[in-house]
């Protein structure tokens, strides 16, 4: 028996999804910007995956943009406005717990002479909306708050940001990575008064390597990264990637069908699994009260993620050391960090996330082993 709770770093796709996927590569097969029946019939699934959107989300057809996933979305929408809103200034305010697909290129802004300020995060790894609106400037030109962290689940309070950065200066952006909320959290991206907003295929039962950047209007006219053959507005050249956006598309509409329901079982699932968890000596969750029921993130003094996430592996359970997508270097997570962890609880923690279809057996399951093995290893460590 195999149990994957580390759908925060990707997902399983969803049947109907690779079926519709394998009709486009086999049969669907052409190319939108071509002018005969076969490029007619390719065009038909963009337009149908952007009614999913503009139907469900109210996001008008021409604000949304197809990417490879994420890390292109949030690099287009932080370079593409800096360099849009360059003569108007350079100071952009971020966080300290953003993925490393946010910090990197903001980063490489940074070393060519934009400013970056991080706001605080408290303990329970939330920003202060009023301390972040306290920083805005005339020359901030761009904030980006991530909606979900991917390692502890926490919620930032976007839409209350969003209208203070407004109020503070009108002219300045905002960006809002929802790669780990879209389609599980609600978020509004017109009441949050979000100009830039970014989703991911792969971690809603989507294929991977596609996602979308949505864009209010005023950020429609952000720089492109990408330059060609003008596709998508010229927002987003290269031949447009129809099985993959067609897939997303219909993934999303699944997730966003039943988003409450998903969300009400698995708050639940999670309450459960966090009550007994906390049973355990020296096991704490990580985040407070405002976290999504999708991921837990857990420090289990005296045993090394490595160790325990290797022998939860032995049994077929499947979790991540705090995070997936930086696990392959050996940095101690700036999320944890800036929440107040100490680099020994930091490689002390690993995270389990949930998804649509986990089960409350699968989480028992999870919980039995977590209850056996941490004694143990603890035991094994002492000796
Ligand atoms: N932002 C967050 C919060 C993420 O968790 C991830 C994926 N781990 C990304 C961005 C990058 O998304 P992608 O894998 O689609 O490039």
Same mark, same amino acid.
């Given at each position: 028996?195999?149990?994957?709770?580390?759908?925060?770093?990707?997902?399983?796709?969803?049947?109907?999804?690779?079926?519709?996927?394998?009709?486009?590569?086999?049969?669907?097969?052409?190319?939108?910007?071509?002018?005969?029946?076969?490029?007619?019939?390719?065009?038909?699934?963009? @337009? !149908?995956? /952007?009614?999913?959107?503009?139907? =469900?989300?109210?996001?008008?057809? &021409?604000?949304? %943009?197809?990417?490879? *996933?994420?890390?292109?979305?949030?690099?287009?929408?932080?370079?593409?406005?800096?360099?849009?809103?360059?003569?108007?200034?350079?100071?952009?305010?971020?966080?300290?717990?953003?993925?490393?697909?946010? @910090? !990197?290129? /903001?980063?490489?802004?940074?070393? =060519?002479?934009?400013?970056?300020? &991080?706001?605080? %995060?408290?303990?329970? *790894?939330?920003?202060?909306?009023?301390?972040?609106?306290?920083?805005?400037?005339?020359?901030?030109?761009?904030?980006?708050?991530?909606?979900?962290?991917?390692?502890?689940?926490?919620?930032?309070?976007?839409? !209350?940001?969003?209208?203070?950065?407004?109020?503070?200066?009108?002219?300045?952006?905002?960006?809002?990575?929802?790669?780990? *909320?879209?389609?599980?959290?609600?978020?509004?991206?017109?009441?949050?008064?979000?100009?830039?907003?970014?989703?991911?295929?792969?971690?809603?039962?989507?294929?991977?390597?596609?996602?979308?950047?949505?864009?209010?209007?005023?950020?429609?006219?952000?720089?492109?990264?990408?330059?060609?053959?003008?596709?998508?507005?010229?927002?987003?050249?290269?031949?447009?990637?129809?099985?993959?956006?067609?897939?997303?598309?219909?993934?999303?509409?699944?997730?966003?069908?039943?988003?409450?329901?998903?969300?009400?079982?698995?708050?639940?699932?999670?309450?459960?699994?966090?009550?007994?968890?906390?049973?355990?000596?020296?096991?704490?969750?990580?985040?407070?009260?405002?976290?999504?029921?999708?991921?837990?993130?857990?420090?289990?003094?005296?045993?090394?993620?490595?160790?325990?996430?290797?022998?939860?592996?032995?049994?077929?359970?499947?979790?991540?050391?705090?995070?997936?997508?930086?696990?392959?270097?050996?940095?101690?997570?700036?999320?944890?960090?800036?929440?107040?962890?100490?680099?020994?609880?930091?490689?002390?923690?690993?995270?389990?996330?949930?998804?649509?279809?986990?089960?409350?057996?699968?989480?028992?399951?999870?919980?039995?082993?977590?209850?056996?093995?941490?004694?143990?290893?603890?035991?094994?460590?002492?000796?």
């Amino acid at each position: 028996m195999e149990i994957y709770l580390d759908n925060a770093a990707t997902t399983k796709v969803e049947s109907a999804v690779s079926e519709l996927m394998v009709r486009i590569f086999t049969e669907d097969y052409g190319n939108p910007s071509s002018l005969h029946k076969i490029g007619y019939r390719a065009e038909q699934y963009i @337009s !149908e995956a /952007l009614n999913v959107f503009s139907g =469900r989300l109210k996001w008008k057809r &021409k604000n949304v %943009v197809f990417t490879s *996933g994420g890390t292109e979305s949030n690099n287009t929408a932080l370079i593409g406005a800096a360099l849009f809103r360059e003569s108007r200034g350079k100071h952009i305010i971020t966080t300290p717990i953003e993925h490393p697909s946010v @910090s !990197e290129p /903001l980063k490489f802004l940074e070393s =060519r002479g934009w400013e970056i300020e &991080k706001t605080a %995060v408290n303990e329970e *790894g939330i920003i202060d909306p009023e301390e972040l609106k306290s920083r805005i400037r005339p020359d901030t030109v761009l904030v980006s708050v991530m909606h979900v962290n991917n390692e502890t689940g926490s919620i930032q309070p976007v839409e !209350e940001a969003g209208k203070l950065i407004k109020e503070a200066n009108p002219e300045c952006l905002f960006h809002v990575d929802d790669t780990q *909320g879209f389609g599980k959290l609600p978020l509004d991206a017109a009441k949050g008064q979000i100009d830039l907003l970014t989703a991911s295929s792969h971690k809603l039962h989507g294929p991977k390597g596609v996602g979308l950047l949505y864009l209010s209007d005023i950020a429609t006219h952000i720089k492109p990264l990408m330059y060609g053959g003008g596709q998508q507005n010229g927002l987003r050249s290269g031949t447009i990637n129809v099985p993959g956006i067609a897939g997303f598309a219909k993934a999303a509409e699944l997730i966003l069908e039943g988003r409450e329901a998903s969300f009400e079982r698995i708050r639940r699932l999670r309450k459960d699994f966090v009550s007994e968890v906390v049973k355990i000596a020296d096991v704490k969750v990580n985040g407070g009260r405002s976290v999504s029921p999708y991921i837990v993130s857990l420090t289990v003094r005296g045993v090394r993620s490595e160790v325990l996430l290797h022998a939860l592996e032995d049994r077929g359970i499947y979790v991540s050391a705090g995070s997936a997508c930086s696990s392959h270097k050996k940095h101690v997570s700036p999320t944890l960090k800036a929440m107040g962890l100490s680099d020994g609880e930091a490689e002390e923690t690993i995270r389990l996330s949930f998804s649509r279809h986990t089960t409350e057996e699968e989480a028992a399951e999870a919980l039995a082993a977590l209850n056996e093995l941490i004694p143990s290893l603890r035991r094994f460590k002492r000796r």
